[in-house]
Nanobody
Framework: QVLLVESGGASVEAGGSLRLTCTAS???????MGWFRQAPGKEREGVAI??????NYADAAMGRFTISRDGAKREVYLEMDNLKPEDTGIYSC?????????????????WGQGTQVTVSS
């Protein structure tokens, strides 16, 4: 049973833009949804979270990334602009049932497989 599927990862040059899409099963679409990323050799980190209509961003994403959702399509998006080489990594979406402690990865119940984003200088 696949609950979260990411798409949209690609290789782009620095300064470029990408839009990632996470499609969620009806069971979990109403959950808080987050985008996380893992760069080579580094720990996974939170990027952006959306709970209902409220959005939150990591410092590295502030001003460049936008998270949004489309209820009719059960999709959550991560619009990334002015990409930098340090944005390279595997981007995964995840879902948790409540709005508390949104940056705590251990509380996210469901995870997608991830999509690769590579930004070249």
């Amino acid at each position: 049973q696949v609950l979260l599927v990411e798409s949209g990862g690609a290789s782009v040059e620095a300064g470029g833009s990408l839009r990632l899409t996470c499609t969620a099963s009806p069971k979990i679409y109403s959950y808080c949804m987050g985008w996380f990323r893992q760069a080579p050799g580094k720990e996974r980190e939170g990027v952006a979270i959306i709970c209902g209509a409220e959005t939150n961003y990591a410092d590295a994403a502030m001003g460049r990334f936008t998270i949004s959702r489309d209820g009719a399509k059960r999709e959550v998006y991560l619009e990334m602009d002015n990409l930098k080489p340090e944005d390279t990594g595997i981007y995964s979406c995840a879902a948790k049932p409540g709005p508390d402690d949104i940056w705590a990865q251990r509380l996210y119940t469901y995870w997608g497989q991830g999509t690769q984003v590579t930004v070249s200088s």
